[in-house]
């Protein structure tokens, strides 16, 4: 995987850093496709009111030097959410606790936040507005508690105290990070495996050292490697959560018919096979399950062609840049170069390709977003609101400047919304409005390929692209 930069598990950058901090960090949760939240430093969480849940903790989960977790340990990661020093893009997750809009804005506070610690052992959670995801939010482990905001250089990463099932036992900078089995986690077996995670920055290089024997699990194959792997032992299709998504900027706000022209001219179908992709792209990234019918891009050159005819000179004789970030692999950068290359073929129309390092990137996408951009977007919860919000006008991550009255009203109520089918619903009509208007083209649903050696059992990667250790164990 990419290499973590830190320890504080509040700097979590991509599904690769999950995999490190989901196995040393745990937060109230942990989440799995078939149980779905599963009891971790909570025994249970209660809603008492729709503005009031309170979580009981576990008293068998300990800090890896042995210690008792503390309500106090949680609260003090709840706070550091909310410090200009270590401000971070999830914080928008906590939003909805009382006073956290108030304590960003600088009216009050971090003391303020609407936690509260009775007891030792008791966490109250007080909310200004329902926020019916709350709990899956506590399967993430950014939320995990701290033993101290003090975190010590990768160099003495051993040194570290968490309370996962998994410590650090040793971190070769640029090469490995070793991990060893949690001695205070309670254990469901006499012995456990250590963990070995390669620090390689190309797909290439990974799958060598998988054909080699030095990989048990190769978290992400590239399509070339697709072709020659599908039909082999070992290789399997995992499902995820995201809402990836093409994107339209600020600058084309006004420009309908552009967009139009744009999202009518790719040939999906064949993006699809380009990608071994078994979503299509110009549909929903998110899972089918959570909508009542699914609504899509399609391809059609003839109305694409008729759109870019009412677009004037300007715009169409302009050299446009599709904006994506590096840190997607080879597969990414392959699909905006078929897609740059269709917008040629079809309407004529100059693209380059501006691959971006994902800092720069992500800096980029919040001051000032480009026209054209790739955006993939990792969810943190299994539900449609999860991917809707990002398009709400004071999300952080709205980089198309969405701000739609009927969209915001459709949204507002899914989040006020107890009803399953009623959710659907709303979620299918809140779709329709992001294709019909053209705002963004959808990539599909996600599915990333992988590789296991299968000689480990116990282990699990769930939708939200979590790697599961917990119970690792050699066949």
Known sequence: MNEP?????????????????????????????EKGLIPEGAQA???????????????????????????????????????????????????????????????????????????NHTLEFYFD?????????????????????QFPDRKQASKLIVN???????????????????????NKYSSYPSVLIHIIDSDDAAMRVYEAGDMSFLRRLTTDHILVYKTKKGFFHNPVARFDYLGFGPELRENKELRQALVKSLDYEKLKNVLHALGRPGCPSLPSRLMDKTFCHN?????????????NKD?????????FSKLGGEDIAKSMEWIQFQWKSHLNLTMDLEPVEQGVYLYQLKTKPPAIFRKGLGLDRPTCLSGLEIFLPNHPENFIRLNNKNYNSIVEQLKNSLNISKQKKLCTKAIKILIDEAYIIPLGEIHFSMLENGKYKGWKVNELNQLDLTDLQLK
Not at 65 to 82: M, V
Not at 303 to 311: F, G, P, R, T
């Open 5 to 33: 930069h830190t320890l504080d598990p509040l700097n979590i950058r991509g599904s690769a850093g999950s995999y490190f901090f989901s196995n040393i960090y745990r937060s109230l949760y942990r989440y799995d496709n």
């Open 129 to 149: 507005e329902l926020d019916l995801d709350f709990k899956y939010k506590l399967s993430f482990p950014s939320l995990a508690p701290i033993y101290s905001d």
């Open 299 to 311: 391809f059609n050159l003839m109305e694409a062609k008729i759109n870019l005819s009412n677009v």
């Open 164 to 186: 996962g099932p998994y410590t650090i036992d040793k971190w070769d900078i640029g090469k490995h990070i070793i991990l060893k089995r949690n001695p205070y986690y309670p």
């Open 45 to 119: 969480c209660h809603w008492k009111n729709k503005k009031l849940l309170v979580c009981y903790l576990n008293p068998n989960i300990k800090w890896s030097n042995g210690e008792n977790i503390t309500s106090t340990h949680y609260l003090n990661a709840f706070k550091r959410f909310f410090t200009q020093k270590t401000s971070t893009t999830e914080t928008e997750s906590l939003l909805n606790i009382k006073n956290a809009k108030k304590i960003l804005s600088g009216k009050t506070s971090a003391d303020t936040l609407g936690i509260k610690t009775p007891n």
């Open 315 to 323: 715009l169409k004789n302009k050299r446009w840049k599709i904006y």
